[in-house]
């Protein structure tokens, strides 16, 4: 399965073996967002991180904003791709614990936020055009899980009370709430998170989560 919204390992030796420069600051990036947040990190730290100058990052993106627009913008082409791929599965659960799954791979092997989650907090510290791109990926996820939803209900493979748009922001919030205290509790706070949704939603849906 694609790795939704997941940066690749960033390491400086990948540089000299030829890789796209842009998109090695574009991972060190993204790993420097999702951990500590868009204003913790600057161009040194990336720069420091992949062993290059500071000027080759400001050839690819002379502000820190241009990167921030550049990182949003690939989350949600990341997501655009992975809804296509993910809509072969046929059952909404199959889908939406997909979905789930690349909560687990946050909230288990990087302890990082995810990429809604780090936008929201920082919403009114980031620029301008950025906060405009972060509202279109969140209102995209959004119409993904409702779309999911409805499709679940009408098929008979999820069962929840009240209208699915309601639903949609109750589970984008339980899983963004979730990583947020798994940094704190570890990972096990957030499979149980992943278990009372998994119950609410379908009643055999928990035995298939890991």
Known sequence: MLDLLKPTVV???ALRQGRDTREEILNAAEDLLQR??????????????????????????????DLGVALVQRY????????DEIAAKANAWGRLNAYFQTYVEYAEAQCKIC??????????????????????LMR???????E??????????????????HKA????????GGLQIARMA?????????????????????????
């Open 11 to 13: 390491r400086k030796r």
């Open 36 to 65: 500590r947040g868009y204003n913790a990190f600057s161009y040194q730290h990336i720069a420091v991180q992949l062993d290059i100058r500071n000027a080759a990052i400001h050839y690819h993106f002379p502000s820190k904003e």
């Open 76 to 83: 949600r082409q990341r997501f655009r791709d992975w809804t």
């Open 115 to 136: 990429p809604g989650g780090v936008l929201g907090s920082e919403f009114e510290a980031i620029p301008e055009e950025m906060r405009h791109e972060a509202r279109l």
């Open 140 to 146: 995209e996820i959004f119409e993904w899980l409702v």
């Open 148 to 165: 999911t939803l409805e499709l679940g209900r009408a098929q008979g493979s999820l069962t929840f009370l009240g209208d699915s748009r």
């Open 169 to 176: 922001v109750e589970i984008g919030a339980a899983l963004q």
């Open 186 to 210: 570890g990972p096990e706070r957030f499979h149980q998170v992943l278990q009372q949704l998994a119950l609410e939603l379908c009643h055999s849906g928990a035995d298939s989560l890991p």
